[in-house]
Nanobody
Framework: QVQLMESGGGLVQPGGSLRLSCAAS????????MGWYRQAPGKQRELVER??????NYGDSVKGRFTISRGNAKNTVYLQMNSLRPEDTAVYYC??????????WGQGTQVTVSS
């Protein structure tokens, strides 16, 4: 069983930065994809960034501002968020998915961008 634990959320002013971390425990392997999704109130969950091997997918709204990376042990994933905007306010979820299509989710961490 895979468990994902996010950390690093909080309140930040517009233009500021935050770094989210996600640690996976259990049977997660280096060939699992890992990523970040977010959900704002009244909106659907959307892709932020996802990394699978050497490939990265990202949502258009974060292009050039957010960067995903994976730890050397491959069971951690980070999201560096720069130039934050109020519209980035959401609950951010860590994800992991296997090549067979099994998905795992963290409980989420709140990011609020406000002055």
């Amino acid at each position: 069983q895979v468990q994902l634990m996010e950390s690093g959320g909080g309140l930040v002013q517009p233009g500021g930065s935050l770094r989210l971390s996600c640690a996976a425990s259990g049977s997660i392997f280096s060939f699992y994809a890992m990523g970040w999704y977010r959900q704002a109130p009244g909106k659907q969950r959307e892709l932020v960034e996802r990394i699978s091997g050497s490939m990265t997918n990202y949502g258009d709204s974060v292009k050039g501002r957010f960067t995903i990376s994976r730890g050397n042990a491959k069971n951690t994933v980070y999201l560096q968020m720069n130039s934050l905007r109020p519209e980035d306010t959401a609950v951010y979820y860590c994800s992991a998915d296997s090549p067979g299509g099994v998905w795992y989710w963290g409980q989420g961490t709140q990011v609020t961008v406000s002055s």
